[in-house]
């Protein structure tokens, strides 16, 4: 079965900092690769996804994914963060059918 | 102008009682999904539809059942409500095809008492 792993369920960085956040995947085909976020009382939006092609994918708000398929991973990183991203953001793999298997996801905390 | 939408948001209810979600989207979508995020806000999917036909049904109990006027729309109905129901549902939408991306609705709260 496919399955997501996300590690840190809480990851801390100060405003301005790097941002990265830890996405494996265990997947016996190709697999493709989305990042949401969630903020508090809402609904998930999505960031990015990785399909095929570009192993870099560029996503709204500045953040950006690497796929590797040696390291069956997918980080999520941003640049310099900012209060606004304040956040949790779940890593959800794709499975036939379209069923998203997701990530059980990471809080980020961005303190000033 | 809101793309997934669900009603209600939040749903208080007592053990035992039938309750229904409606879910409705306008993005012309042909897919629909509902997935249930627990306490500790792990996702996963129960159902998806496409162009009103059950794709996918991951053994939820047969208390849980979906229905599809359309393909615009997916509700939700709960029969005989345990306290382990107790979540957010989630709808979502897409585009069959391989890895389109799935739209979310915003939630709604559901608390059995």
Same mark, same amino acid.
């Given at each position: ?53 570009? =192993? ?20 999520? =990183? ?27 996801? =990471? ?6 | ?21 409606? /879910? ?66 989630? /709808? ?22």
């Amino acid at each position: 079965a496919q399955s997501v792993t996300q590690l840190g369920s809480h990851v801390s960085v100060s405003e301005g900092a790097l941002v990265l956040l830890r996405c494996n995947y265990s997947s016996s085909v190709p697999p493709y690769l989305f990042w949401y976020v969630q903020y508090p009382n809402q609904g998930l939006q999505l960031l990015l996804k990785y399909t095929t092609g570009a =192993t870099l994918v560029k996503g709204i708000n500045g953040f950006e994914a690497e796929f590797k398929k040696s390291e069956t991973s997918f980080h999520l =990183t941003k640049p310099s963060a900012h209060m606004s991203d304040a956040a949790e953001y779940f890593c959800a793999l794709m499975e036939y059918g379209n069923k998203l298997v997701f990530g059980a996801g =990471t809080i980020l905390r961005v303190k000033s | 102008d809101t793309a997934v939408s669900q009603t209600p948001k939040y749903l208080v209810t007592q053990m035992g009682n039938d309750k229904s979600i409606k /879910c409705e989207q306008n993005l012309g979508h042909d897919t629909m999904y509902w997935y249930k995020q627990d306490s500790k806000k792990f996702l996963k999917i129960m159902f998806s539809y496409n162009n009103k036909e059950l794709i996918i049904n991951e053994t939820v109990p047969n208390r849980f059942s979906p229905k599809s006027p359309d393909k615009a729309h997916l509700n939700l109905h709960i029969n005989s409500l345990e306290l382990g129901d107790s979540a957010v549902y989630f /709808c979502a939408s897409s585009m069959t095809g391989v890895a389109y991306e799935q739209y979310f609705g915003p939630g709604t709260r559901l608390t059995v008492t």
